[in-house]
Protein backbone atom coordinates (compact mmCIF):
# COMPACT_ATOMS: atom_id res chain seq x y z
CA UNK A 1 0.00 0.00 0.00
CA UNK A 2 1.86 3.37 -0.75
CA UNK A 3 2.12 5.74 2.09
CA UNK A 4 -0.04 8.73 0.34
CA UNK A 5 -2.80 8.11 -2.08
CA UNK A 6 -4.38 10.79 -3.84
CA UNK A 7 -6.73 10.80 -6.81
CA UNK A 8 -5.06 11.89 -9.84
CA UNK A 9 -8.49 13.45 -11.44
CA UNK A 10 -7.91 15.38 -13.41
CA UNK A 11 -10.95 17.55 -12.19
CA UNK A 12 -12.47 20.22 -14.50
CA UNK A 13 -14.53 23.21 -12.64
CA UNK A 14 -16.22 26.01 -13.88
CA UNK A 15 -14.76 29.56 -12.29
CA UNK A 16 -16.65 30.11 -9.42
CA UNK A 17 -17.29 26.58 -8.48
CA UNK A 18 -16.16 24.73 -4.85
CA UNK A 19 -13.95 22.15 -5.07
CA UNK A 20 -12.35 18.81 -2.30
CA UNK A 21 -10.00 17.15 -2.69
CA UNK A 22 -8.39 14.51 -0.60
CA UNK A 23 -5.24 12.51 0.26
CA UNK A 24 -4.79 9.40 2.42
CA UNK A 25 -2.16 8.00 4.43
CA UNK A 26 -1.24 5.06 5.83
CA UNK A 27 0.84 5.19 8.80
CA UNK A 28 -0.93 6.56 11.77
CA UNK A 29 2.94 7.89 12.99
CA UNK A 30 3.21 10.62 10.59
CA UNK A 31 3.60 14.38 12.23
CA UNK A 32 3.31 16.72 9.45
CA UNK A 33 1.04 17.49 6.71
CA UNK A 34 1.37 19.96 3.91
CA UNK A 35 -0.65 21.21 0.49
CA UNK A 36 1.91 21.91 -2.47
CA UNK A 37 0.95 23.52 -5.62
CA UNK A 38 2.59 22.67 -9.08
CA UNK A 39 2.30 24.65 -12.10
CA UNK A 40 3.22 22.47 -15.34
CA UNK A 41 6.90 21.75 -15.48
CA UNK A 42 7.53 24.22 -12.48
CA UNK A 43 8.42 23.34 -9.29
CA UNK A 44 6.54 22.83 -6.04
CA UNK A 45 5.37 26.16 -4.21
CA UNK A 46 3.70 25.70 -1.04
CA UNK A 47 0.18 26.33 -0.56
CA UNK A 48 -0.75 25.24 2.70
CA UNK A 49 0.22 23.35 6.22
CA UNK A 50 -2.42 20.96 7.77
CA UNK A 51 -3.09 21.57 11.53
CA UNK A 52 -4.88 19.15 13.67
CA UNK A 53 -7.25 22.26 14.23
CA UNK A 54 -7.78 23.09 10.76
CA UNK A 55 -6.93 26.31 8.73
CA UNK A 56 -7.90 28.21 6.46
CA UNK A 57 -6.73 30.75 4.27
CA UNK A 58 -8.60 32.97 2.00
CA UNK A 59 -10.52 30.92 -0.55
CA UNK A 60 -8.56 27.57 0.81
CA UNK A 61 -9.15 25.61 4.02
CA UNK A 62 -7.15 22.22 4.58
CA UNK A 63 -7.90 19.99 7.56
CA UNK A 64 -6.48 16.70 8.99
CA UNK A 65 -8.61 13.91 10.54
CA UNK A 66 -6.05 11.54 12.23
CA UNK A 67 -8.74 9.22 13.28
CA UNK A 68 -9.45 8.23 9.68
CA UNK A 69 -6.29 9.71 8.25
CA UNK A 70 -6.49 11.76 5.45
CA UNK A 71 -6.16 15.32 4.96
CA UNK A 72 -7.95 18.00 2.43
CA UNK A 73 -8.24 20.97 1.23
CA UNK A 74 -11.23 22.59 -0.04
CA UNK A 75 -11.02 25.15 -2.72
CA UNK A 76 -14.19 27.96 -2.82
CA UNK A 77 -14.93 30.14 -5.31
CA UNK A 78 -12.30 28.81 -7.82
CA UNK A 79 -10.37 30.80 -10.34
CA UNK A 80 -8.40 30.15 -13.73
CA UNK A 81 -5.20 30.96 -12.04
CA UNK A 82 -5.80 28.08 -9.44
CA UNK A 83 -5.49 25.83 -12.33
CA UNK A 84 -2.76 23.28 -11.38
CA UNK A 85 -1.67 20.12 -9.51
CA UNK A 86 -2.37 19.79 -5.88
CA UNK A 87 0.01 17.72 -3.81
CA UNK A 88 -0.26 16.88 -0.47
CA UNK A 89 2.97 15.52 1.57
CA UNK A 90 2.81 13.81 4.74
CA UNK A 91 5.79 13.70 7.05
CA UNK A 92 6.76 10.66 9.32
CA UNK A 93 8.75 9.97 12.26
CA UNK A 94 12.63 9.27 11.50
CA UNK A 95 12.36 12.36 8.56
CA UNK A 96 10.30 10.14 5.74
CA UNK A 97 9.16 12.73 3.52
CA UNK A 98 5.90 11.27 1.34
CA UNK A 99 4.28 12.94 -1.40
CA UNK A 100 1.37 12.21 -3.20
CA UNK A 101 1.23 11.68 -7.13
CA UNK A 102 -1.01 15.24 -7.10
CA UNK A 103 -4.03 16.07 -8.34
CA UNK A 104 -4.79 17.96 -11.66
CA UNK A 105 -7.24 20.86 -11.49
CA UNK A 106 -8.56 22.90 -14.59
CA UNK A 107 -10.85 25.63 -14.17
CA UNK A 108 -12.93 26.38 -16.80
CA UNK A 109 -14.08 29.81 -17.68
CA UNK B 1 17.73 36.15 -8.17
CA UNK B 2 16.43 32.59 -7.31
CA UNK B 3 16.69 31.55 -3.54
CA UNK B 4 17.74 28.16 -5.00
CA UNK B 5 19.28 27.45 -8.15
CA UNK B 6 20.35 24.14 -10.27
CA UNK B 7 22.55 23.16 -12.87
CA UNK B 8 22.14 22.21 -15.57
CA UNK B 9 18.75 22.46 -16.30
CA UNK B 10 18.23 20.02 -18.55
CA UNK B 11 20.92 16.96 -19.50
CA UNK B 12 21.17 14.51 -21.91
CA UNK B 13 23.92 11.93 -21.33
CA UNK B 14 24.12 7.81 -22.68
CA UNK B 15 23.71 4.92 -20.16
CA UNK B 16 27.09 4.21 -18.09
CA UNK B 17 27.64 8.30 -17.85
CA UNK B 18 28.87 9.54 -14.72
CA UNK B 19 26.88 12.67 -14.34
CA UNK B 20 26.40 15.27 -11.61
CA UNK B 21 23.92 17.80 -10.40
CA UNK B 22 24.51 20.81 -8.89
CA UNK B 23 22.42 23.00 -6.03
CA UNK B 24 23.26 26.29 -4.50
CA UNK B 25 20.83 27.83 -2.03
CA UNK B 26 21.04 31.92 -0.60
CA UNK B 27 18.24 31.41 1.92
CA UNK B 28 20.82 29.86 4.72
CA UNK B 29 18.71 27.16 5.22
CA UNK B 30 20.75 24.23 6.68
CA UNK B 31 18.52 21.04 5.74
CA UNK B 32 18.75 20.26 1.89
CA UNK B 33 17.29 17.62 0.05
CA UNK B 34 17.07 15.68 -3.57
CA UNK B 35 13.87 14.41 -4.77
CA UNK B 36 12.93 13.07 -8.31
CA UNK B 37 10.02 12.99 -10.05
CA UNK B 38 8.45 11.10 -12.39
CA UNK B 39 5.08 10.53 -13.70
CA UNK B 40 2.72 8.39 -11.74
CA UNK B 41 4.93 8.37 -8.82
CA UNK B 42 5.25 11.79 -7.70
CA UNK B 43 8.06 13.23 -6.15
CA UNK B 44 10.46 10.39 -3.87
CA UNK B 45 13.26 11.50 -1.61
CA UNK B 46 16.47 10.30 -2.95
CA UNK B 47 19.06 11.73 -0.05
CA UNK B 48 18.57 14.18 2.79
CA UNK B 49 21.09 16.55 4.55
CA UNK B 50 20.32 18.62 8.23
CA UNK B 51 23.85 20.38 8.22
CA UNK B 52 27.10 20.13 6.42
CA UNK B 53 28.17 16.74 8.37
CA UNK B 54 24.91 15.28 8.12
CA UNK B 55 23.50 13.08 4.88
CA UNK B 56 21.09 10.48 5.02
CA UNK B 57 19.61 7.90 2.32
CA UNK B 58 15.50 9.04 1.38
CA UNK B 59 13.08 6.27 0.04
CA UNK B 60 15.22 6.04 -3.47
CA UNK B 61 19.31 6.48 -3.14
CA UNK B 62 20.56 3.31 -4.92
CA UNK B 63 22.31 4.42 -7.75
CA UNK B 64 22.73 7.77 -6.38
CA UNK B 65 25.02 9.75 -4.23
CA UNK B 66 25.35 13.22 -2.65
CA UNK B 67 28.02 15.56 -1.54
CA UNK B 68 27.20 18.71 0.85
CA UNK B 69 30.40 21.12 0.10
CA UNK B 70 29.06 24.07 1.86
CA UNK B 71 25.84 25.02 3.89
CA UNK B 72 24.94 26.28 -0.13
CA UNK B 73 25.92 23.76 -2.25
CA UNK B 74 24.48 20.02 -2.49
CA UNK B 75 25.23 18.04 -5.55
CA UNK B 76 23.64 15.00 -6.50
CA UNK B 77 25.40 12.45 -8.48
CA UNK B 78 24.81 9.16 -11.05
CA UNK B 79 27.87 7.54 -11.17
CA UNK B 80 26.79 5.00 -13.97
CA UNK B 81 23.51 6.78 -15.31
CA UNK B 82 21.15 4.46 -16.73
CA UNK B 83 17.87 5.01 -18.61
CA UNK B 84 15.64 4.71 -15.62
CA UNK B 85 16.89 7.26 -14.27
CA UNK B 86 15.60 9.52 -16.38
CA UNK B 87 13.18 11.75 -14.34
CA UNK B 88 12.82 15.55 -13.30
CA UNK B 89 15.34 16.29 -10.58
CA UNK B 90 14.78 18.63 -7.65
CA UNK B 91 16.67 20.15 -5.12
CA UNK B 92 14.51 21.21 -1.71
CA UNK B 93 15.83 23.50 1.42
CA UNK B 94 14.52 23.99 4.28
CA UNK B 95 14.69 25.42 7.79
CA UNK B 96 14.64 23.32 10.97
CA UNK B 97 11.04 22.71 12.41
CA UNK B 98 10.38 24.96 15.45
CA UNK B 99 7.66 26.22 17.96
CA UNK B 100 6.05 22.64 18.17
CA UNK B 101 6.35 22.10 14.69
CA UNK B 102 8.37 19.43 13.52
CA UNK B 103 9.14 20.59 9.60
CA UNK B 104 8.95 23.36 7.81
CA UNK B 105 7.96 24.46 4.35
CA UNK B 106 10.64 23.88 1.69
CA UNK B 107 11.78 25.54 -0.84
CA UNK B 108 12.46 23.89 -4.24
CA UNK B 109 14.73 24.67 -7.21
CA UNK B 110 13.50 25.20 -10.41
CA UNK B 111 14.29 21.16 -11.77
CA UNK B 112 16.86 19.49 -13.99
CA UNK B 113 15.23 17.50 -16.61
CA UNK B 114 17.62 14.55 -17.12
CA UNK B 115 17.09 11.86 -20.28
CA UNK B 116 19.57 8.70 -20.35
CA UNK B 117 19.82 7.21 -23.78
Known amino acids: RKEVEQDPGPFNVPEGATVAFNCTYS??????FFWYRQDCRKEPKLLMS???SGNEDGRFTAQLNRASQYISLLIRDSKLSDSATYLC??????????FGTGTSLTVIP | DADVTQTPRNRITKTGKRIMLECSQT?????MYWYRQDPGLGLRLIYY???????NKGEISDGYSVSRQAQAKFSLSLESAIPNQTALYFC????????????????FGPGTRLTVL
Open chain 2, 92 to 107: ATSEPGGQGKFYNEQF
Open chain 1, 27 to 32: NSASQS
Open chain 1, 50 to 52: VYS
Open chain 1, 89 to 98: VVIRTGNQFY
Open chain 2, 27 to 31: KGHDR
Open chain 2, 49 to 55: SFDVKDI
